[in-house]
Structures are given as C-alpha cells and as structure tokens.
C-alpha cells in the first residue's frame, strides 16, 4: 500500500503544476501588486496579505516560460517557503488531488535548465502530466538567478 | 504549568536577579558598610541556590552556594568586601550567567569544572575568618529590607509579598544553616507598597509584536470602513463606526505605549561594565546616568545596546586617562562619563560624554596619511571635523596595540552602521584634553514614524522624515542659473550653495527622462551620509506616519529601499533608503573627494570663524551682521506697524519695538522704498539693545554663514557698514549697527552728537 500526497494543482502557460499541499497556506484572486524597482526579475513585486508583506514571484520569469498570452495572472498562491511567505503568481487554480507515489517519475531529461531544478518530477496522470515544484527551491532560486544575472 | 514552563519562569527570573546583582556589586564596592545591600546580594544569591536545587542543576547550585558562603562572612561582617573579593564575586556571576545561558539553550545544565572558583570562594570564606576579629552578627537590619530585594528582582512571579519563589523554599535543605535565621517579617508598610506594585505582568515579546501586528491591520480594516458611512446615510451606521474609529485609535496609541521601556533597562549593565573595563586599564572612573527614565520602543533599545557598550568602552579605554596623567593635568582623578537621555523633537537624544583625553587628532592624521586614505599634504590641511570622519571608516584604530577592549579598528563603523539601520545618526565632537561627546539621535519607536510621500512615475514612495530637510520647487525657466554641472554631478544653488542633486527615476530606473529646460523641479533636500542633497521627485504627496515592514529575504539585495509600508487603502508603498540611494548613485564617494561647497565642512571650525547672519537690502543684495547681534528673527506684517511720533513701532510681546529701516542708513541701498502696505510679511532683524528691543527692517534673510574673523576694512570708509569680508568667492558687506544706531539717534534727535552712548553691545 502506498501513501498518497495532496497537491494544490495550477495552470501556467499551458502547463499543468502541482506542489505539495502542505507546503500552501491559501489561494487568493487579485491582491494588488507592488512592483519593486531594481529587485529580481523574478520578483514581480510585493504584495500585502493582511498586513504582512509577501513577495509575488512571476513564475513565467522563474520557470523561464515564455509568455503567450496578454492576460495577467490573478491568482496568488501563497506558501512557505524555507520559513517565509511567498506568492506564486499562477494563470488558474485548479482541483487539489490526491495522488499515490506509484504515478510519480523524475524529471525528463529534457527540461530546461533553470525549471529542470525546481521541478521535483512528474505524476503521470491518465489525461496529462503534472510537474511537482519544490516549494523550498522557489525562494533560494531567486537570488541565485539574480546573480547570474548581475554576472551577465 | 508544565515543567518547561517552570523551566522558563526559572531561567527569567535567575536572569533578572543576576543583572540586580551586577548593579548591587558595583555599588557594594563604593558604600562596602551597606549592610542592606549585602543583606539583598545574600538572599538573592540564596534565591538561586535554591531554585537551582528544585531543578538539580548541581553545577549552578555548587556555585551559587560558595558564593553565598562568602557573601554570609560578609554580611555577619566577619569579612569585609575588598576588590579581591569583589572581583572573585563577580566572576561567580559571570559563571553562573554562562550556566544559566546553558540551560536556556539546552534546557539541561551545561557541563564544565567551576571547582577552581568554588575553592577560591571558600577559601576566602574559611580563610581569613581567623584574621578577622568577629563582630556581633545584625540580623536586623538586612531583614527589614527583605521586601525590596526580591520585588525588584521578580516583580510579577508573585504578587503577594515577596517569599523566595515557591520552588525554593521546597528545597532549602539541612546544609543550610544560614537560611534557618531568615525570618521573613515584612515591614507593614512594606506591604503596601508591594501591594500596589503588584501590577505588572510578564508578556512574551512574541505576543506583544502578534499584538501590534494585529493593531495596524486593525487601523486599516478601519480605513477601509470609513468611506462607507458617507455612501449610505444610515444614523446608526454612522455612529457605530465612530466609535469603531475611536476605539481603533484609542488601542494604537496605548499599544504603541506598551512597546515603549524605559531605557534604564540598558542601562542597568554599564556600572558593571565600565567596573570591570576601568579596572583593567587601571583608570578611575565614575559613570552619571541622567534620565534613564526616558523611553524607547523595545526594538530599539536592543539595537542601541551594543553601540552604546562599544562607546562606553571607548570612552573609558580611550579617554579618560591614566590617574597620574590627570593629575598631571590638573583634572580630578576620577574621571567622568556621563549617559544622558532625553526627548528632542520626537526623537531620543543619548549623549555620552567624557572628560578624558579627546581624540588625538594628530594620531588620526598620521594614521589616515598612513592607511593612504589621503595624500599627505591634504592630510595637514584637514580641520578637527574633518578628521573626525575618518573614524567612522571600517578598520580604522589609532590604538597601536590590540587589546581585549578596543583598537581592533571594528568599531565606530560598526556603531555608525547600527545606528543608521535604526533611522538615527551618530554625532562626534571632541575637544584635546577636554573630553569627547557623542550624541546619538534615536527615533522613538521603528513600528511607526512619520514620512514624506513623494511620487515616481506611478508609484508613491515614502522617504523617512528625519532625513528630510526641506522641499524646494526649483523653476527652470526662471531660475538664473538652474541646474549646473559639477565634475559630472547636477548640482543647483541653494541660498548660494551648491547642492547636488539626484534624480530618484533614475536612481530607481524607473525611466530615464530629463527634466524639461523649462520644468519646474520639486526636490527634496536630504540629510545622508554626511552629505546634502538634493531628490528630485515627480510630485510631493503629503506626510504621513507610516508602519515600517521589512522587505523579507527575496528583497533585502535591493539597497535603495529601507522597508516598506501599508497605506491606509491596502496597498503597498516601498519607503527609499536614503542612505543606499546617495551611496548607490556614487555621489557621496564623488563629493567627499571633491566637496563642493569647501567653507561649509567646515561650518563649526576654527577658532578663528566668526558667526554671521547674511540679509540683503533693496539695492545691496549681501550684507551680514554679526550673530552674536542677532537675538530673534521676526516676520511682521504692516499692518502692526503704528507711528509714535516720528517713530514706527510695533507691539511686540509686551514690549514696544522700535523699527530701523536699515536701508536709510546703509551707502549703496535704495533709500526710496520703506515697506508699503503691498508687502505681505517685513523680515525683522531683532537687536536688545540696552534691554529695549529694536527691529532692523531688511528685505530678506538669507542664512548663517562662518566667515573669518579678520575683516576688510572699506577703504575709503562707507556709511553703515564696518567692512567686507569673502564667501565663496562673494563680496559680503558687514554693517556697522553700532554706528547706524547712533546715526538713528542723531537724526531723530537732531540735537549734538551724543557725548556718551550708553548701549550695549555685547
């Protein structure tokens, strides 16, 4: 018998992302964000959840997608993150499952190098796939990421 | 109440009697015939011991019981208290600090061997008993004092007078000999007092910052609600969130209030600290604290604490010398530092001040020249303020020698930095031989403080108040000169002061546009870093208090911003850091190498400066009187002005003030125009003279300027004015108001030159 995890699932570009359900706090729709001059691309600002500060990260930067459409994304999920607060800015939230290790593989060896980290692996599901995000990667990532850049 | 808590409430309360008793050593050293001091030092000693038997901690309870050993000699005054057994008392504090600090962290007792201190201490107890010839034991007296001593070390453990902690008295065991004698018989009077202390409760710190959290988010759950009571004219609606709205603000101002301490917490470890530093370097010094009373927001007072260590310290190592040299000197032997506190203009003033050595100005030069942090021949040229800076520099020490004190050149830098962070700033001045004085200026609490908005592009940011100095519109299309350039720094003039300037949506790359040629510039003038200058910002928003938040970990690179704040409608606005902006943008490296306005570092400087106040007149726009003339500027309005005679005259305060119209007197002013009723305001210079006050009529007051002592003397001789001294390049005339008085005198008169004059000048 295998244990299964829950995942708070999202859309992203046309993917479908899960990530551990323990890991998010909650879901909210259209918190305004402030934009941060100078920070990471990453961060796309910051934004107030009930009187604390949460940094938005803009997940296309951090998954290095290439955006299509000209629509914003208006749902936050806020999760912790090697002890802080942040918000993934996502397309759409969808369904939480639950979902058995059995479906669940390594990343292919053909993602890009950036997500490839962040991607935990994938649960084969009947319909699609679904990438699992590493919660703790998403905070440290960014920092790294913005010193490549100021390499570059 | 599980064990942890008891662990807890233990761990606390030990604290709190260790610090009662570093306070109670030191001043057990200067009075050793207190019997009552000694008689609290013992019974918290005790206290310990016997708590720490409850928990088994059998290291803590070895030590604290050869410490109360010795301390009991003491007490029945079979010993008396030497500096020898002063220091061994403290180390058994020191020691038992460490252990309790063990067991914070680990909840179970530290291991280590305090045999050789236990040894020592009873050695001292036991030794010298036979010496010492055995005086009649007064129990009476450190019993009366039983209350006090533990109501001041746990105020809130228990509200009843003050028994040993419950735990103790469980564990008090037959060894004890000296604890069967404590009788605890409160003084009734005692009682009362204690009653009426028994207020105050322990609150963890945690809590009280969920609490204040919780409080701001109320105020703008509140802001939020208010608009609603115009949109709908419900009566009851309306005045339900009144009192909503009076509530919410009523909790700020007292949670506000919770969080403030009085800085005497700090305080309470320098006795010891300058003790133990003094005896080390072999010096003597006394330590005045003057309002320890005044209060600071929890938060700050822990980040002012270990700058203040280190500049204690300083002090102490640095300044005050050596006692052979200070009589040498001629000064007292003991010398002084003196802790002052005190509100000033919503913020905290702390001043520690010595009357030592001073800097050694000429080491600083040397060591400057010698790290080649600037070219010999500037190095001579640099005043006493200058030098000063250099201070302030990471890695730099004139102490030769490292000790365990000072000299390892981590220092003011760091203290400087500490300081910063907290939104206050940190002014040095020194004096050789006389002593040095360091004025620290603290805001009152970091949870909220007032802030100028300001506009860039879309967003509105905050700039913290205590940097801003004032707002200027700067007119392009009229200003004469505009912006100019300076080695590659926009600078512009400021009262005819160059003042650099920064454009924020460049510095925050928000965009890259230039002003027009004919745009109207508002810039706010900034305080930072020891340079002033100037932001220019896209619009001026208004004033407001705001709550500081920190960035978080993903934000922390970004320097030019200190944190950010909540606004009243939800959002979120970024508060700059001035400091990181002016250091970022390069320009505060850029002007230091190059100052800009040469006579203005020099502000305070040499002896030989005069201070003056510069006005213009119609027709003579730069004229200057001496400072020392000036009592008060005044701005009346010509409808106060009545005629008394031949005079104009305005009331002022009690008293009559005659007007001068100074530009009657002075060669070269335009002598036509007296103020009309078209002006709205007349700059009045107020001059006593001979008690009476006398208003000199200018048409502008520009700005105090230090200029040398030495003046030119107008050659041939002008009418009204004493002479001329330069500034910047600048001709400034000086009027000769002793002579311009007697003119007055003369012309109303119209009687002989006056054979004596009796005014007072000075």
């Not at chain 1, 570009?13 to 990453?42: C, M, Q, W």
Request: aromatic share 4%; charged share 25%.
């Amino acid at each position: 018998m295998s244990i299964s995890t829950d995942f708070v699932t999202f859309y992203l570009g046309g993917h479908y992302f899960g990530i551990n359900a323990s890991d998010v706090l909650e879901l909210n729709r259209n918190l305004e964000v402030t934009p941060v001059p100078k920070s990471a691309k990453t961060v796309r600002g910051i934004m107030n959840l009930r009187g604390q500060l949460v940094p938005a990260i803009d997940m296309y930067e951090r998954l290095n997608l290439e955006r299509h459409s000209g629509m914003t994304e208006s749902i936050s999920i806020i999760l912790r993150s090697d002890g802080f607060l942040v918000a993934l800015l996502v397309d759409d939230a969808a369904e939480i499952l639950s979902l058995d290790q059995e479906t669940f593989e390594p990343p292919p060896s053909n993602f890009s190098l950036v997500s490839r980290e962040l991607v935990l692996g994938v649960h084969k599901l009947s319909d699609r796939l679904l990438l699992i995000l590493d919660p703790k990667l998403i905070n440290q990532r960014t920092e790294k990421a913005k010193n490549q850049l100021l390499l570059a | 109440m599980n064990d942890d808590d008891i662990l807890v409430e233990f761990i606390v309360e030990a604290r709190e009697i260790l610090d009662q008793l570093d306070l109670d050593f030191v001043q057990l050293e200067i009075t050793p015939d207190d019997q009552k001091l000694v008689g609290n030092i013992f019974r918290a000693m005790h206290t310990l011991k016997g708590s720490s038997g409850f928990f088994a901690f059998k290291r803590l309870e070895k030590v604290s019981h050869a410490g109360e050993s010795l301390l009991g000699k003491i007490r029945d005054g079979q010993l008396t208290l030497d500096t020898q057994k002063a220091t061994i008392l403290l180390s058994t504090l020191d020691c038992l600090r460490a252990i309790i600090e063990g067991i914070e962290s680990t909840h179970t007792e530290p291991a280590g061997d305090d045999s050789g201190l236990v040894e020592n201490l009873l050695a001292l107890a036991a030794g010298k008993e036979t010496n010492v010839p055995i005086q009649p034991t007064t129990p009476a007296e450190p019993q009366a004092e039983a209350i006090s001593a533990p109501e001041n070390t746990a105020p809130a453990v228990s509200p009843e007078p003050p028994t040993p902690p419950a735990n103790a008295s469980v564990v008090i065991s037959a060894d004890d000999s000296e604890s069967t004698d404590q009788v605890w018989a409160p003084d009734p009077a005692d009682i009362i007092k204690a009653q009426e202390t028994a207020a105050p409760v322990k609150v963890s710190l945690e809590l009280l910052d969920k609490l204040m959290n919780l409080v701001s988010e109320m105020v703008l759950a509140r802001n939020r609600l208010l608009p609603f009571t115009t949109q709908f004219s419900d009566h009851d609606f309306s005045s339900a969130v009144r009192v909503v709205d009076l509530l919410t603000l009523e909790l700020q101002e007292r949670m506000m209030k919770t969080r403030m301490q009085p800085i005497a917490q700090v305080w309470t470890k320098f006795p010891r600290l300058m003790r133990d530093v003094s005896n080390q370097c072999g010096k003597q010094v006394s330590l005045i604290q003057e309002g320890s009373e005044t209060e600071l927001d929890r938060t700050l007072l822990d980040a002012i604490r270990d700058p203040l260590v280190h500049i204690i310290r300083n002090s102490i190592d640095h300044g005050i010398e050596l006692p052979e040299e200070r009589i040498s000197r001629g000064k007292p032997v003991l010398g002084k530092v003196l802790l002052r506190a005190s509100h000033e203009n919503g913020m905290v003033v702390i001043e520690i001040a010595d009357d030592g050595a001073g800097v050694d100005f000429d080491l600083v030069r040397q060591r400057a020249i010698e790290k080649n942090l600037i070219p010999l021949q500037q190095a001579q040229e640099l005043t006493d303020m200058q030098l000063l800076e250099f201070i302030f520099l990471p890695g730099f020490s004139t102490k030769s020698q490292v000790t365990n004190l000072s000299g390892r050149g981590v220092g003011m830098d760091v203290v400087k930095t500490n300081i910063s962070n907290i939104g206050g700033s940190i002014d040095i001045n020194s004096k050789r031989g006389v002593g040095t004085n360091i004025r620290l200026k603290i805001p009152l609490t970091l949870a909220i403080m007032p802030a100028l908005f300001v506009r860039c592009g879309s967003e509105p940011y905050a700039i913290p108040q205590n940097s801003v100095l004032e707002m200027v519109r700067l007119d392009l299309s009229e200003a004469t000169t505009g912006l100019e350039d300076f080695y590659g720094t926009p600078v512009f003039r400021l009262r005819n002061q160059l003042v650099p300037i920064l454009f924020l949506n460049h510095q925050l790359e928000v965009s890259q546009d230039l002003p027009a040629a004919d745009a109207i510039l508002n810039i706010a003038i900034l305080q930072s870093s020891g340079i002033r200058f100037g932001l220019v910002v896209d619009e001026v928003l208004k004033m407001q208090e705001v709550v500081v938040k920190p960035l978080g970990p993903l934000l922390k690179d970004v320097k030019d911003f200190a944190g950010a704040t909540i606004l009243g409608n939800g959002r979120v606005a970024l508060i700059l850091d001035i400091d990181g902006i002016a250091i970022q943008s390069g320009m505060v490296a850029k002007i230091q190498s190059r100052p800009l306005n040469a006579e203005s570092i020099q502000e305070k400087s040499s002896e030989e400066d005069v201070a003056m106040l510069s006005f213009e007149l119609e027709g003579q726009s730069r004229l200057a009187i001496y400072l020392e003339n000036v009592q008060r500027l005044e701005m009346i309005s010509p409808k106060q002005v009545q005629r008394n005679g031949n005079r104009d005259v305005i009331q002022y305060g009690k008293e009559i003030m005659h007007l001068l119209y100074l530009n009657q007197y002075i060669e070269g002013a335009n002598h036509r125009k007296t103020p009309s009723i078209e002006d709205e305001v007349i700059p009045v210079i107020v001059h006593y003279t001979n008690g009476i006050p006398v208003g000199l009529v200018v048409s502008q007051v520009h700005d105090i300027i230090h200029v040398s002592k030495n003046l030119h003397e107008a050659n041939p001789p002008q009418k009204g004015l004493l002479g001329c001294v330069s500034l910047n390049d600048q001709v400034i005339n000086v009027i000769d108001l002793q002579e311009i008085l007697i003119m007055r005198n003369l012309q109303e008169n119209s009687k002989e030159y006056p054979a004596v004059i009796d005014m007072d000048f000075s």
